[in-house]
């Protein structure tokens, strides 16, 4: 196959740390320009990578037209904006999550790839976990067979920890400012909200992201109950995906590893797995599976390769599937659901506190 001739927008903390590594180290890949506004920072990645092309802005890599995909990673408002340029400038894109940070932004976004015919993928790389794939394998094999009887609740718990697991690769600084980044919030939202909504999205998008992928519910989603602290983060909430009792609980644990798995009931066991933490190379998601009955059995199976890492198996989805026809495993068109959630999480939370406040005032 012809390599992809790849772009990289932003050179920041991901970029460094997880994505150009693994997009220079995927062989179907090459590494052609790299576009950072802090250009002091740009030229000593450039070096260090070894890339060929330099551009001070996104829009002028976007008209570099031996530039066939792009990558992205900014800050979360701003990056879907990145994305939504370059795919009118006739490139596929990879970006970081979130794709948007409101419905509408997600909406522009969607149109914009339809509109010139481009593919857009979004950073979820749980759904490129190797473990995970087994999960999703078996769960999908059980519903089918009916082996383990009936699906009867699941349940995602993430109390998160220490991400960045002391991952050493080198990181370029520079003492040169972040630009500033565009305020998008749900218009309805108000001010003092905003903070926290971003805080609880930029996090919690990945757990429901992944149940929905799990248990294979697309867009069959509905929110049946929000218990959320007044913080906006740490509690609960109760969905409906695609038919199945979902609970999504959240919160933090001063923790030296990381705090989250998910298990998915059936009548007769289980499947349980727990998460790595997010920058640990190399360690895919941990499985358990329970069978009930007379000869109950516990198995733990490994994904073969036995040690792999999800941004890393990410990136190669991705070159690996751009020239395709089908739409990507985490495509931006599928994370719209993600984002019409939280805009209805925050709906209701919002309304409980406006009821709260006025109790208070009684
Ligand atoms: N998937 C995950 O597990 C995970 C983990 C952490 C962060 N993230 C996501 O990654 C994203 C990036 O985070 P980060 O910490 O790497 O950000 P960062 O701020 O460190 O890096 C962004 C870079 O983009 C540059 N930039 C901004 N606008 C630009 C433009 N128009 N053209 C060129 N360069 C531009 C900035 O100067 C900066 O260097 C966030 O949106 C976050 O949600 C995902």
């Known amino acids: 196959m012809e390599k992809i001739r790849l772009g990289y927008i932003g050179c ?30 740009g030229a000593k990645v450039q070096k260090r990578f070894g890339i060929p092309r330099l551009y001070a802005h996104h829009h002028e890599l976007a008209q570099d037209a031996d530039i066939e995909a792009v990558a992205v990673s ?23 999550k979130p794709m948007a940070v409101s419905l509408a932004q997600a909406e522009a976004i969607v149109d ?68 500033s980044a565009p305020i998008i919030t749900p218009e309805w939202l108000p001010e003092q909200y905003r903070r926290p909504y971003l805080g609880y999205l930029q996090q919690y998008t990945h757990n429901i992201n992944l149940m929905r992928w799990l248990l294979d519910a697309g867009d069959d989603v ?16 109760l969905f409906n995906m695609g038919g199945i009792r979902v609970t999504l609980e959240t919160g933090h644990v001063s923790h030296y590893r990381w705090d989250e798995h998910s298990q998915i009931y059936f009548e007769n066991g289980w499947v349980h797995t727990w998460a790595p ?3 640990l ?57 993600d984002v019409r959630l939280f805009e209805e999480i925050y709906r209701i939370f919002v309304a409980q506190q406006g009821i709260g406040a006025v109790a208070r005032t009684l």
């Open 12 to 41: 920041g903390f991901m970029a460094q740390k997880v994505h150009i590594p693994n997009f220079t180290g995927t062989p179907d890949c090459e590494l052609l320009a790299l576009a950072e506004v802090r250009t002091e920072l």
């Open 74 to 96: 900014a800050d979360f408002a701003l990056q879907g904006e990145i994305a939504k340029d370059l795919l009118l400038a006739g490139k596929h894109v990879f970006m970081e």
């Open 112 to 179: 914009a790839s339809r509109t010139a015919g481009k593919k857009l993928m979004v950073g979820y790389m749980k759904r490129y976990d190797a473990g995970n794939e087994i999960v999703k394998e078996k769960v999908t094999q059980f519903r089918e067979s009916g082996e383990l009887g009936r699906l009867t609740y699941a349940r995602n718990h993430g109390f998160g920890g220490d991400w960045v697991c002391n991952l050493d690769t080198q990181m370029d600084s520079t003492e040169e400012p972040k630009p």
């Open 222 to 237: 509905s929110i049946t109950a929000v218990d959320l602290d007044a913080n906006g983060y740490a509690g609960v909430v």
């Open 277 to 279: 933490p997010l920058l």
């Open 281 to 337: 190379k190399n360690t895919p998601a941990e499985v358990e599976i329970y069978r009930a009955g007379e000869e109950q059995e516990l198995t733990r199976p490994i994904p073969r390769p036995a040690w792999t890492w999800a941004y890393r198996r990410e990136a190669e989805y991705f070159v690996a599937n751009v020239r395709s026809d089908e739409p990507f495993r985490s495509s931006a068109e599928d994370t719209l659901t």
